[in-house]
């Protein structure tokens, strides 16, 4: 499949009677004590890619002071006591994540490369079935057994590797040339029974079956803090499938969209400011006027 054969699809407009249901939940267990901005950055690009009510999982109590300041509307989840290390029974931790019924929900980016990491990426493989984003450190805890992800059913599951993590979860590298890394994408989709987005120049979007480069995007990307941005728009767009009465896009769809609409923010934002001066809160601030790119395509 190439962008030419398959044009993306329109983005869904919100009804005239939308409520933040219709908007879609999302829940994100991200960040830490010494990575808040990681849950800053994903709680941001969530509600700037349309998300109607975001809920951020704090593992750390520091972010539930740093939260409020940064993204004041997301409603903050007090972890800390829930998931205190690994083999540590999570006390609650289940009930608690799913207490506001999310419609699509992340884990990772920023949460740290600890037991916390394996006993969440436990749960989230366990969980009722939702749509579901593990990045980042969620990735690593997998220790290089992307085929845990098989065992998950019921709900479309993303990925989204860049490619020093995708080299650890399938035990190889990525090749760099364009054709060994579409293959690459294609084993790395099958063997996690997932939707892959290979982070990179030319972002790659695999089912296992598909293969779909994305187009835009720029050097200037290269930074710490974009991917909790990618992060946050596939999970917020990922919660359009999700909600009840979804359909308008499917999950490879969705994924698509957001791997592009995060480009095309890379992309004004390089404009105006350039690509060495380019940072992640950028790309967040230039989400709405990528967005606006789409409808008016």
């Known amino acids: 499949m190439s962008p030419s054969d398959d044009p993306l699809p329109a983005l869904p407009d919100l009804p005239e009677d939308a409520h933040k249901g219709t908007a879609g939940r999302v829940l994100c267990v991200v960040g830490s004590r010494t990575m808040p901005g990681a849950a800053i950055l994903v709680a941001r690009a969530a509600q700037r890619g349309g998300a109607g009510l975001v809920t951020i999982g704090a593992l750390d109590r520091e972010l539930l002071t740093s939260l409020p300041i940064a993204a004041p509307e997301a409603v903050l989840l007090d972890l800390s006591a829930a998931l205190p290390c690994e083999g540590a029974p999570a006390r609650g931790a289940a009930r608690r994540l799913f ?146 009465g979804g359909g308008a896009l499917d999950a490879f769809d969705a994924c698509r969209l957001a791997v592009h609409t995060h480009g095309l923010a890379g992309d004004l934002a390089a404009l105006e400011l350039g690509r060495r001066a380019l940072v992640a809160s950028d790309l967040v601030r230039f989400l709405p006027a990528a967005q606006l790119r789409l409808l008016d395509r």
């Open 99 to 244: 207490a506001r019924d999310p419609h699509a929900w992340l884990v990772g980016p920023g949460i740290g490369d600890d037991g916390r990491a394996r006993t969440l990426v436990r749960l989230a493989l366990d969980a009722p079935p939702r749509p579901l984003v593990i990045d980042a450190d969620g990735l690593n805890a997998l220790d290089g057994e992307p085929e845990r992800l098989a065992e998950r059913g019921g709900a479309p599951l993303v990925i989204t590797p860049h490619p020093g993590e995708a080299a650890r979860l399938a035990g190889r590298p990525v090749p760099a040339d364009a054709g060994g890394r579409r293959t690459f994408a294609l084993e790395l989709a099958r063997r996690s029974r997932s939707i892959v987005c290979l982070k990179g120049h030319g972002t790659l979007v695999s089912d296992g079956e598909r293969v779909w480069t994305c187009e835009t995007g720029n050097a200037g990307m290269a930074t710490a803090g974009a991917g909790d941005v990618l992060a946050g728009v596939l999970v917020a767009y990922l919660a359009l499938v999700g909600r009840p």
